[in-house]
């Protein structure tokens, strides 16, 4: 991207975050006081990172991840991480409410405070944790969290998003790879040459992907450029100079450098097929700054805190939504574009979907589908 489109982009950006905040906030002092707050802290993020991806994560995070892992060397095996980020236990506690106990699940405090910490033990006593090491008010990117998981395991194990909502839990019973199978997956996308999975549940052959990074030295993080030790690999499986798997990016995301490689030798990606609404995942729950979240966003935020019904989540995360405090007086004001529409349909279904499961637990049926008429399995 040349210096001329990226000015361009970042203006066209900066105008649409300033309409953003004046919807919020009908004063402009209020709305500029947050847009300075917004840029403060991402500036620090941005140095933070740096250190928590870097320093932290060498000196601090892995070395105490090892020990951990040993420590619960009983519970592995087949098992899947969680993220905790800071300012999501709403989005996460139905998650977890939907798999915990029929998956092991580890959860990885990644800027999580130290309350959400004791709120998650509180509603799920059994679920180990581990916190990464951060700076204040900071988190350690999402590629550095996989680089560690794959660095520091001897089985098999996945990855489930905060948001992500698996209603139809018969994929649990094909996590199993073929021989020539290296990554399962629920969610992909189809770029010119291979296809990439979406990060929202991805269960690796750990084997495989740890042997592709000691071959060709490379990690699960974002690259600009590949690394030369796998250069000539991917030019061989006709991978060119500056070609990525995203035709809209012009940079290899997360895990793509290794995905490739993988792809190169012959190995295969699964994903998995679902009927309609046998996975549901929101997205971008944790990405950003309070300040600076559109009205939708914020209807999203209040519709959970809504659900979550847990007193202290609606104290202590009220100011993100500030100045709203209801989410069905916030969904009045969204406009009614057919995009919009088309995303209250969604939440409409997955809060009743949500609200059905949470039914069912309370009546005695192991699933909201064991209770109603449920939708075919997965296919492979």
């Not at 999501?88 to 990885?108: D, E, K, N, Q, S």
């Not at 998003?161 to 073929?178: A, G, I, K, M, P």
Request: charged share 20%; hydrophobic share 45%; glycine share 8%.
């Amino acid at each position: 991207m040349g210096i001329t489109t990226r000015l361009r982009a970042n203006v066209r950006a900066a105008r649409e975050l300033w309409q953003r905040l004046r919807q919020r906030h009908a004063s402009t002092p209020t709305a500029a006081r947050r847009l300075l707050a917004a840029v403060a802290l991402r500036a620090y993020r941005r140095l933070a990172y740096a250190v928590n991806d870097g320093f932290l994560m060498r000196r601090a995070s892995a070395p105490r991840f090892a020990a951990f892992q040993a420590g619960i060397a009983e519970r592995l095996g087949g098992h899947f991480y969680v993220i905790v980020m800071p300012d999501t236990l709403h989005f996460l506690l139905p998650c977890l409410r939907l798999v915990a106990g029929r998956l092991p699940i580890v959860l990885l405090l990644n800027g999580a405070r130290a309350w959400e910490a004791a709120l998650l033990r509180q509603h799920f006593p059994d679920l180990p944790q581990f916190r990464v090491a951060t700076l204040p008010r900071s988190s350690v990117n999402h590629g550095a969290m996989i680089d560690m998981m794959l660095r520091h395991n001897a089985h098999d194990f996945g990855i489930l998003d905060h948001d992500l909502y698996l209603f139809d839990q018969r994929v649990l019973q094909e996590l199993r790879f073929s021989d020539a199978e290296f990554l399962l997956c629920l969610l992909a996308d189809s770029g010119p040459r291979w296809t990439y999975p979406l990060t929202h549940f991805l269960y690796f052959r750990a084997a495989a992907w740890q042997r592709l990074m000691r071959q060709y030295g490379v990690g699960a993080g974002i690259y600009r450029k590949v690394p030369a030790a796998a250069r000539g690999q991917l030019r061989g499986a006709g991978l060119r100079d500056g070609e990525t798997l995203k035709p809209y990016h012009d940079f290899y995301d997360t895990l793509h450098v290794l995905l490739a490689l993988g792809y190169s030798e012959g190995m295969e990606l699964v994903q998995f097929e679902f009927a309609d609404g046998g996975v549901i995942h929101l997205g971008g729950t944790s990405i950003g700054s309070h300040h600076t979240k559109g009205m939708m966003d914020l209807y999203i935020h209040l519709l959970f805190l809504e659900l979550a019904q847990v007193p202290e989540l609606e104290r202590r995360y009220a100011h993100l939504a500030a100045p709203f405090n209801n989410a069905g007086a916030l969904r009045a004001r969204l406009p009614q574009t057919p995009e919009v529409r088309r995303q209250l349909d969604l939440l409409d279904r997955l809060a009743g979907q949500l609200n059905g499961q949470a039914l069912a637990s309370r009546t005695g049926c192991s699933s909201a589908s064991n209770c109603s008429t449920g939708s075919g399995g997965p296919n492979r």
